[in-house]
């Protein structure tokens, strides 16, 4: 076999109190596509960090084409044409696609500072033609659909074939957990694409998709590698427990764990709602009942979530909680009537980074560690210690920064947010698993079991179909921000994601 | 779009972190020996006295206005609400006598409540809204006064903060730091301060957390004006009289303190304490270097770099993710 | 708590007041203005220092940016130190800054001299060493470039005004002066009166939207000190209409004095601040080592309006160069220059 | 600080390159006022007036052309009074003047100019360097700035004799004043500066997202530092432009051209937060704040009330542009 296109042998990266690399060894052959798997905070976005710079390794070596190099800083990576695409989507939403796309490496873009809009629009074209993308190079980015943007962000990924002689490496870590799945499919198709004149490293969370698209496997765990595998007949199921070390559940959606929803007044109802992005909504949602809303793009569920949160205005309906009609101007108003809002954008809406995991706890629900008007810092104490045992949250103490911990155990203190005041009847998620690895998926869809046994009404905004169908009892199809169409999904005889795509388009 | 944070963030130690919480009063403590070094004279009882009673309309200024400054927005009237205040109390004094300090710090609270009503139920940033504040608020108090200093003859209700508590402890300075604890205290016990730093830090998750985003924005203006109004009462105190452009100039110094007290600007992390430490190393570069006999001209070059010296001392880098 | 006056223990001052004299050299001299960054009151302190070295000391010189509170923090800082035979020539920054400072002079026991801004009811005889008041007559003076103004303009015609900060007495009293001067003379009318806050910046832009407003109506300006009659002559030379409008101004700053000697200025009113930096110090340093004797100081001196004069073309040249003289310093000559008690 | 940010989510509104709806709030404004004080004064609306307020408006154009980059990147600047009056002494000593026997002409204003251009750098060298935010490190700077100013001052004034930069403020081309010119001239360059330079484009992308430049392996910190020098610049001509005007130079020349230059920026539609507005939006905030000014004397309202009537509708005309924007998540700062 040739030599390969990035080798890494023993690398290590301690953090303060964390080795977030513990002697990592990885090899990307020429022309492959390599999935990166692992737990959250296996270490997966530190090595990926430190192939093209940003993190500087303690100690190991990195070989790219055989020959051993040190990566200072990200132009020094795409020199040696290596490039990534961050985890999260990373494009300056204020400049067009054409400047984001050369951003960096303006090359005769930019003539002594000077910008030659004419070549930077020919430059960007070119990139966008690679990858077969139809969009206006001088659009400003902010203005472009999200899967637009990630064909930006290959696009300028794809510069560094110009500033090396040799095929590139392409780095995409969790290019997927903000895209729908026809998005994926494109992305796919991409990727494919690329493997005819690149390497590529791809990170995901959802098992099924790395062994689809990918041509062999490598395992991180703690650090660590831990094995790979090739992904020819290889099954999700192999691929956890190598993760894990331990064999996982079968039940992922922990179906027997579902309570049967008895039909009496419903938890939930609405009538008639309509706002800027939706129309006429009616939905009902039992006690117990767990109500997946699916649609792509632009169907408005997203907003109707927000608006049973009191976070979008309406412009007309009615919304009653257990028969009793309730205003919801605010989301004081909201959170008063005990409902609960997991937001999708964790780290801009779902908490508070730099402030404790029990402050962020205990931010919605205030009188749970009050007395009187007064916090008491045992009652807290004891409350949230209590919720970081039984939702087994991985934290060092309830002081430190909810920010410093990984992806699963902050979306498992945002949903703790909401239980610790005990009076929720009804919760609103918003892709709650997003970015999450299987484990603290898992975790997360029994807590959902766990709620609904207690009675509360759920509704969810799943991460995917396969997500919607084994954890909705019933699902709501909406497009162009109406109800297209209802489908029971009850345990035994739920639908296939192809009966859902059907109705969806 | 959301993207990532490349600014890795600084590897402080717990004990690098705690000791940056008494980066101001090291701040304070250095320039104190500097200008006792300059001039010995400098450091005497009667000297920081003095000290303590010209800081404290500013600390009381500034305690109000950091809890805007902690919610990530700013205040830029207080100090034409406070010559407002002067004004209005110089005038009520006569007529209703002692109660008319807590009318004048009332008025001043609602004034602070409606700009901060202004701001969050028209979505102007508070930069703006206070802008326009400070000129209508310097015009009302041009008007009412009729352009002119209102004599107080009878101060007797006001002039206890004038005197000092064991003979060198200004009763003025007193009262201030009691009330940079009481509302310290208030933030400590009370879920306050939660909301405080979490609308600072990241106010989108605030209100989605159902944390009473406007209300506590509105109370942090009312509080800011209250202190305002406040600081007016000692000035009146102190001045026997008071003036529509009385404490106008307070204002870029009631700011710096906050600043310096390493209060970040951009709202979340800093506290009422830290102000009170900036305020005391503003008062004591304002009065101090012209003391120990610095010229006019180098007056203003070092206070202008020791400011920014004591700004990069004090603030925690790693508590802030951008600075801009 | 044990709250007492601030008087015995606070204020500490073991001095002076009358009981036993100071040796000139311990006397301590502080000069106080606004900044040393305008004309005028850079040649307050350069005065102050005249008078220092001729009785062989040296002026402490404080400014406070125009800043009330940091005129009363530095006085207070002052006062905090050594007071005995401490002697402070003060320029108040407005009416209301008066007060705090006599009355912590008062305990202290320093004497004081205070200039320019006072509220009328507090007086220098009902206190032991505040020494004196010194101001200028502003109703006179605003009177006196009125009617030079009217005379230049030929008695009739429109005039527009540019006033000071609105809320300092010597701003109000030039513009009453003002009122009384068109009251003598009926055919001069006031066209637009505008705040442009004693600054030479201010003081153009708003004389040219006044100018565009009422055109050729505008036979003279009166502006409420030569700063801004400067900057209203800049407007008028943007305005292509220099020499066309008739200026008057009050202070007699070099600027202001050259340009009456040049015509381009009708008139302007001499305020001497060289002599005003020195002669406070003078009298508290006379007092301080009892050559002066608080109780000799006539009533009529306690506070007074200083001499001043019309400066015009015709005697302008004596005014080009202010320059302290000594001899205006020497104890016997402090109150040559009395025009008048205040009224 | 002082930030109206929104919440980052899939793009709801998706808005074209070119002019839109929230773009042409504050022109509308300037007409609108414009027309009310029209109606309301005959003099208002006459030629020479126009000429007038347009000519007033130099400096203040000038001054804010700097301080837009500056914002567009999310920081402030308060330097604009220090480094004005620096230039402001630095020039009139440097021309032929009264006070020495100097005549540097063109040379000594363009001293004047890269001297603010170094206080500029100084700004940004603390943001940069010792991490202090903008809001503090110009306020500093601007205090260093004085201080200067008042040495080079020494107690005389400084009076010009130049004749060319006299002339400045006193000729006149197509009927406005060279120093209209010199601003037109200015917003022209800002305005190219901002569209075709990296440094302007950068300044726009560290407003909108600064850590995706670092992500994509962009030297920040140069670019800071080149803006706050850019803006610095701008200062020093204004300090040039107001010593033309005053035929002296004043410590005072910059006094209150740094809020007066953030509110006309804030007012054209540039957003404190950075990442929006520009120089043009400045350029007509700055007519907005003029016309007010203007208006307000030539209706006759009272001094004592104009800067409050100002100062309301300054927050009356941006809460109306703000209206369009309007959501219920939004985060103001
Ligand atoms: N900047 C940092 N400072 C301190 N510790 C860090 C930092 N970045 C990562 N870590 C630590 O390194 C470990 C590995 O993090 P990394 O981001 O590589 O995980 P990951 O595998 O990408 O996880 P995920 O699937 O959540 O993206 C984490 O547990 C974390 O504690
Ligand atoms: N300042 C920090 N200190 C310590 N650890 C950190 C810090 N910042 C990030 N990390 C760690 O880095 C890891 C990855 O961070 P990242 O921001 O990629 O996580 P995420 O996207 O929120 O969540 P997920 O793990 O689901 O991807 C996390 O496990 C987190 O614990
Ligand atoms: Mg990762
Ligand atoms: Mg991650």
Redesign the interface.
């Known amino acids: 076999m040739s030599v390969p296109a990035l080798e890494v042998r023993g690398l290590v990266k301690h953090y303060p109190g964390v080795k977030a690399l513990d002697g990592v060894d990885l090899v990307v052959h020429q022309h492959e596509v390599l999935g990166l798997a692992g737990e959250n905070g296996a270490g997966k976005s530190t090595l990926l960090k430190a192939l093209v710079g940003?993190v500087t390794p303690d100690a190991g070596e990195i070989y790219v084409r055989g020959e051993a190099v040190r990566l200072r800083?990200?132009?020094e990576a795409?020199n040696h044409g290596i490039g990534m695409v961050?985890q999260e989507q990373?494009?300056?939403?204020?400049?067009?696609a054409a400047?984001n796309i050369v951003?960096?490496?303006?090359g005769p873009a930019?003539r002594r500072?000077?910008?030659r809009?004419d070549a930077m629009r020919r430059l960007a074209q070119e990139q966008l033609d690679k990858i077969g993308s139809h969009i206006d190079p001088?659009?400003?980015t902010?203005?472009?659909?999200?899967a637009d943007r990630q064909m930006v962000e290959i696009a300028?990924v794809l510069r560094i074939e110009e500033r090396s002689q040799h095929p590139p490496v392409i780095i995409l870590d969790e290019p997927t957990s903000v895209l729908e799945s026809k998005e994926i499919e494109t992305l796919f198709a991409q990727i494919r694409r690329l493997r005819e004149f690149a390497s590529v490293v791809f990170v995901s969370h959802r098992l099924d998709e790395v062994l689809d698209v990918c041509d062999r496997v490598a395992v991180l765990r703690g650090g660590q590698s831990v094995g790979e595998v090739a992904t020819a007949g290889a099954v999700p199921g192999e691929l956890h427990r190598m993760m894990i070390g331990s064999t996982g559940s079968d039940d992922h959606y922990h179906e027997n764990a579902a309570v049967p929803v008895t039909a009496e007044q419903p938890r939930l109802s609405i009538r008639g709602l309509s706002g800027s992005?939706f129309h006429d909504i009616d939905l009902d949602v039992a006690s117990g009942e767990i109500v997946a809303i699916v649609g792509v793009?632009g169907s408005g569920r997203?907003d109707v979530c927000?608006a049973l949160f009191?976070?979008?205005?309406t412009t007309a309906g009615e919304i009653r909680m257990d028969g009793r009609k309730v205003d919801l101007s605010s989301?004081r108003a909201a959170c008063a009537a005990g409902i609960g809002y997991v937001p999708a954008?964790r780290k801009?809406?779902g908490m508070v980074g730099p402030m404790s995991v029990a402050d962020n706890m205990t931010l919605s629900k205030q009188q749970a560690r009050c007395t009187g008007p007064f916090v008491a810092p045992r009652k807290q104490a004891g409350l949230v210690d209590g919720w970081i045992k039984r939702l087994s949250i991985r934290t060092p103490t309830r002081d430190t920064a909810i920010g410093r911990l990984s992806g699963g155990n902050q979306q498992k203190v945002v949903l703790a947010r909401w239980l610790v005041g005990g009076d929720i009847r009804l919760l609103l998620l918003d892709h709650p698993t997003r970015g999450l690895d299987i484990g603290a998926r898992s975790e997360v869809y029994r807590l959902m079991r766990e709620l609904a046994g207690t009675g509360v009404a759920t509704v969810l905004l799943a991460d995917s179909l396969e997500e919607a169908i084994g954890m909705a009892d019933r699902i709501l199809v909406m497009t162009d921000g109406r109800v297209a169409t209802e489908v029971a999904c009850p345990n035994g005889g739920k639908p296939s994601p192809l009966d859902l795509v059907k109705v969806m388009v | 779009?959301?993207?990532?944070?490349?600014?890795r963030p600084a590897t402080v130690s717990l004990r690098a972190g705690r000791f940056t919480g008494f980066m101001p009063l090291i701040a304070l403590v250095t320039l104190m020996a500097a200008l006792t070094a300059v001039d010995p004279d400098f450091l005497t009882q009667r000297s920081l006295t003095a000290a303590l009673r010209t800081a404290a309309p500013l600390i009381v200024l500034a305690a109000g206005a950091t809890l805007v400054?902690l919610c990530?927005?700013?205040d830029l009237s207080i100090a034409a609400l406070a010559s407002l205040s002067t004004v209005l109390l110089a005038l009520w004094l006569p007529d209703l006598g002692g109660p008319a300090t807590p009318a004048v710090i009332l008025i001043a609270a609602a004034i602070g409540a409606v700009q901060g009503a202004?701001?969050?139920l028209?979505?102007?940033?508070?930069?703006?809204?206070t802008?326009?504040?400070?000129?209508?608020?310097?015009?009302?108090a041009?008007?009412v006064s009729g352009?002119g200093t209102v004599r107080v003859v009878d101060d007797s209700t006001v002039s206890w903060l004038d005197l000092y508590i064991g003979g060198f402890l200004p009763t003025s300075a007193a009262v201030a730091i009691l009330l940079v604890a009481l509302i310290a205290l208030v933030l400590k016990v009370t879920p306050l301060q939660s909301w405080v730093s979490a609308t600072g830090y990241t106010?989108?998750a605030a209100?989605?957390a159902g944390t009473p985003v406007d209300l506590v924005k509105i109370g942090v203006f009312c509080l800011s004006g209250a202190c305002a109004g406040f600081a007016a009462v000692m000035l009146v105190s102190r001045q026997f009289s008071g003036g529509p452009t009385m404490a106008d100039n307070l204002l870029?110094p009631a700011?710096?303190a906050i600043?310096?007290g390493g209060t970040?600007?951009?709202?979340g992390h800093g506290s009422v304490w830290r102000s009170l430490a900036g305020a005391l190393v503003v008062t004591l570069l304002r009065v101090g270097l012209p003391i120990v006999g610095v010229p006019?001209?180098?007056?203003?070059?070092?206070?202008?770099?020791i400011?920014?010296?004591a700004?990069?001392l004090t603030?925690d880098?790693s508590k802030v993710s951008?600075?801009? | 708590a044990v709250l007492t006056g601030c008087s015995e223990e606070s204020g500490g001052g073991t001095a002076a007041a009358g009981s036993e004299s100071c040796e000139s050299s311990e006397v301590r001299l502080v000069g106080q203005v606004r900044?040393?960054?305008?004309?005028y009151e850079?040649?307050w302190?350069?005065g102050g220092d005249v008078f220092a070295q001729s009785v062989g000391l040296k002026q402490e010189r404080l400014t406070y940016d125009g800043d009330s509170t940091k005129q009363q923090e530095q006085i207070s800082q002052i006062l905090a130190g050594n007071t005995k035979c401490l002697v402070m020539n003060v320029l108040p920054n407005g009416d209301s800054d008066t007060a705090p400072i006599v009355k912590g002079a008062d305990q202290a026991g320093a004497y004081l001299v205070t200039q320019w801004n006072k509220p009328a009811d507090l007086k220098p005889a009902d206190h032991k060493t505040w020494l004196s008041h010194i101001t200028y007559n502003g109703i006179e003076s605003g009177q006196q470039i009125g009617d030079a103004l009217s005379t230049a303009i030929g008695g009739n015609g429109g005039i527009i005004a540019l006033?000071g900060v609105?809320d300092t007495a010597a701003a109000k009293d030039r513009f009453a002066g003002l009122e009384a001067s068109l009251a003598k003379n009926p055919g001069v009318k006031l066209l637009?009166?505008?705040?442009a806050n004693f600054?030479?910046?201010e003081a153009?832009?708003?004389t040219?939207?006044?100018?565009?407003?009422?055109?050729d109506n505008v036979k003279g300006i009166w502006a409420a000190n030569d700063d801004m009659a400067?900057?209203a002559l800049?407007a008028l030379?943007?305005a292509?209409r220099s020499g066309k409008v008739a200026v008057v101004g009050i202070d007699a700053?070099?600027?202001a004095v050259s340009a009456v000697q040049k015509g381009d200025m009708t008139a302007t009113v001499s305020s001497d601040g060289t002599w005003q930096g020195g002669i406070g110090l003078a009298i508290g340093y006379c007092v301080a080592t009892g050559k002066l004797k608080v109780a000799d100081i006539a009533a009529g001196n306690r506070a007074f309006f200083a001499r001043q004069f019309l400066v015009t073309k015709d005697n302008a040249a004596e005014f080009a160069q202010p320059k302290a003289n000594p001899a205006d310093f020497e104890c016997g000559n402090v109150f040559n220059r009395v025009a008048g008690p205040l009224t | 600080?002082?930030?109206?940010t929104e919440?980052?989510?899939?793009?709801?509104r998706?808005?074209?390159?070119g002019a839109s709806l929230r773009d042409a709030g504050p022109p509308l404004a300037l007409i609108v006022i414009f027309l009310i004080f029209a109606a309301l004064s005959p003099?208002f609306r006459?030629a020479?007036?126009v000429r007038?307020i347009v000519?007033?408006a130099a400096v203040l154009a000038v001054v804010t052309c700097g301080i837009t980059f500056v914002l567009m990147?999310?920081?402030?600047d308060l330097s604009a009074a220090?480094v004005m009056g620096a230039s402001a002494l630095t020039v009139s000593l440097l021309v032929a003047n009264n006070r020495n026997d100097n005549d540097f002409g063109l040379l000594g204003i363009l001293i004047a100019v890269l001297l603010g251009c170094a206080f500029g750098c100084l700004s940004g060298l603390?943001?940069v360097l010792?991490?202090?935010?903008?809001?503090?490190?110009t306020?500093?700077?601007?205090?260093?700035?004085?201080?200067?100013?008042?040495?080079m001052?020494?107690?005389?004034?400084p009076?010009i004799t130049d004749t060319m930069l006299e002339s400045w403020?006193?000729e006149r081309l197509l009927g406005f004043?060279y120093l209209t010119w010199i601003a037109v001239a200015c917003i022209l360059i800002g305005w190219l500066v901002q569209?075709?330079?990296?440094?302007g484009?950068y300044a726009?992308?560290i407003?909108?997202?600064?850590?995706?430049?670092?992500?994509?392996?962009?030297r920040v910190k140069p670019y800071k530092i080149g803006v706050f020098a850019l803006a610095g610049a701008f200062y020093g001509l204004g300090g040039v432009m107001?010593t033309s005007?005053?035929?002296?130079g004043?410590?005072?020349?910059g006094?209150g051209y740094d809020?007066s230059a953030?509110?006309a920026a804030?007012v054209g539609g540039t957003l404190?937060t950075?990442?929006?507005g520009g120089v043009l939006h400045s350029a007509v905030g700055v007519l907005l704040v003029m016309v007010l000014?203007?208006g307000l004397?030539?209706v006759?309202v009272s001094?004592?009330?104009?800067?409050?009537?100002?100062?309301?509708i300054?927050?009356a005309a941006?809460?109306a542009a703000?209206i369009p924007?309007?959501r219920?998540?939004?985060?103001?700062?």
Request: aromatic share 6%; no cysteine; proline share 4%.
């Open positions: 940003l800083s990200v132009v795409a961050f990373s494009l300056v939403p204020n400049l067009t400047e951003l960096g490496s303006e930019v500072g000077i910008y809009w001088l659009a400003r902010d203005s472009l659909s999200f300028k992005t793009h997203e927000r009191g976070a979008e205005p989301t954008e801009i809406e | 779009m959301s993207t990532p944070a490349a600014t400054v990530g927005g700013i202004a701001h969050v028209l979505r102007i940033p508070s930069f703006i809204v802008l326009g504040g400070m000129s209508i608020l310097s015009a009302i041009l008007v352009a106010e989108s209100r989605l870029l700011v710096a600043v310096v970040a600007i951009t709202g006019s001209a180098y007056e203003q070059i070092l206070y202008g770099a400011i920014v010296v700004v990069a603030l880098g951008t600075i801009k | 900044n040393e960054s305008n004309p850079a040649s302190l350069a006033q609105l637009d009166q505008q705040a600054s030479r910046a153009l832009t708003v040219k939207t006044l100018l565009t407003k009422h055109g400067l900057g800049e030379q943007q292509g700053v070099p600027d | 600080m002082t930030v109206a919440v980052a989510v899939a793009p709801r998706p808005s074209r390159r003099q006459s020479d007036n007038n000519d007033a990147m999310g920081s402030i220090g603390a943001l010792l991490k202090v935010p903008s809001f503090m490190a306020l500093g700077v601007s205090a260093i700035g004085l201080g200067v100013a008042t040495l001052f020494a107690g005389v004034q009076n403020a006193i004043s569209r075709y330079t990296r440094l484009r726009y992308a407003g909108g997202a600064e850590e995706v430049l670092t992500l994509s392996g962009v107001v005007q005053l035929g002296a004043l410590v005072q020349a006094d809020f953030i509110t804030v404190l950075g990442g929006r000014t203007n004397v030539q006759g001094p004592y009330w104009q800067g409050g009537v100002e100062g309301l300054v927050v941006v809460a703000v924007q309007r219920r998540n939004q985060v103001v700062k």
